[in-house]
């Protein structure tokens, strides 16, 4: 059974700096790029950042130079690095692996930027 389990988040001044997991298990880790997306209030979920199995990055314009994606394989984690954080950064985040066919989420750590 495949299970996604994001931890880190929390409540962060504007400026300020949070770095969120996602413990994977039940899978080939390795070999599957990995998804950071986030959802907020009132809003669709939106793709943050992607990480491919290789290490190649890719990033939402909105969040390019501020956030960091990261893995480790030998741990069955990725990583986001989020700093310079703004209000509008506040979301539920999540996890996401797609192996052909499937399609699997964690259950999502809020951040919550605010002064």
């Known amino acids: 059974q495949v299970q996604l389990v994001e931890s880190g988040g929390g409540l962060v001044q504007p400026g300020g700096s949070l770095r969120l997991s996602c413990a994977a298990s039940?899978?080939?880790?390795?070999?599957?790029?990995m998804n950071w997306y986030r959802q907020a209030p009132g809003k669709e979920r939106e793709l943050v950042a992607t990480i491919t199995m290789n290490g190649r990055t890719n990033y939402a314009d909105s969040v390019k130079g501020r956030f960091t994606i990261s893995r480790d394989n030998g741990k069955n984690t990725v990583y986001l690095q989020m700093n310079s954080l703004k209000p509008e950064d506040t979301a539920v985040y999540y996890c996401?692996?797609?192996?052909?066919?499937?399609?699997?989420w964690g259950r999502g750590t809020r951040v919550t930027v605010s002064s």
């Open positions: 039940g899978i080939i880790f390795s070999i599957y790029a």
């Open positions: 996401n692996i797609r192996p052909p066919g499937y399609d699997y």
